[in-house]
Antibody
């Protein structure tokens, strides 16, 4: 069974940093591009970015570029999202997804507030 | 960025009724590789999004065949042939042809 489990969400102050993790199981993680998507309270979904299979290529949404970094550790089947200089607009549930958006994690909540 | 406009924003239906949701793109979603990266998702209350349709018209694994997708270029449609109670929630279209990938604002399907 394919599973994606996010963790690391918490309350963080504006300007602070946070690192999210997504542990994958049930499929060959190293064979698939992976994405992060977020959902702000009561609003639609926003694609954050993606990473290729070996971690050598990433693409980001303009809204988070230069503040967020996506990386992966294929040996640990884990996807990461390093968030820095966070703003109140970054408050959201963060989902990892894979295999062509076929599988999503349960999400982890990030709240940016002083 | 590509803008996806979904209509209607709210859809009221009775069980067994057939309904359609429209998704219009601000530019063609036909990729240079010949594929059209248009997806449909359902998000039930309190759950993560679930992929229903990929590449315009391909049914996701385990998705009931009362769901169907169609369209090309800039106009796409999701049809539910006989709404069931488990279909209630918010439907989103998404494009992954042009970065940054973008989602529609959503269509809430509720019981009439």
């Amino acid at each position: 069974e394919v599973q994606l489990v996010e963790s690391g969400g918490s309350l963080v102050q504006p300007g602070g940093s946070l690192k999210l993790s997504c542990v994958a199981s049930g499929f060959t993680f190293s064979n698939y591009w992976m994405d992060w998507v977020r959902q702000t309270p009561g609003k639609s979904l926003e694609w954050i970015g993606e990473i290729n299979t070996d971690g050598s290529k990433t693409n980001y949404a303009p809204s988070i570029k230069d503040r967020f970094t996506i990386s992966r550790d294929n040996a640990k089947s884990t996807l990461y999202l390093q968030m820095s200089n966070v703003k109140s607009d970054d408050t959201a549930i963060y989902y990892c997804e894979g295999m062509g958006f076929a599988y999503w994690g349960q999400g982890t909540l990030v709240t940016v507030s002083s | 960025d590509v803008v996806l406009t979904q209509t209607p924003s709210i859809l009221s239906a009775t069980i067994g009724q057939s309904v359609s949701i429209s998704c219009r793109s601000s530019q063609s979603l036909l990729d240079s590789d010949g594929n059209t990266y248009l997806y449909w998702f359902l998000q039930r209350p309190g759950q993560s999004p679930q992929r229903l349709i990929y590449l315009v018209s391909n049914l996701g694994s385990g998705v009931p065949n009362r769901f169907s997708g169609s369209g090309s270029g800039t106009d796409f449609t999701l049809k539910i042939s006989g709404v069931e109670a488990e279909d209630l929630g918010v439907y989103y279209c998404m494009q992954a042809t042009h970065a940054p990938y973008t989602f529609g604002a959503g269509t809430k399907l509720e019981l009439k």
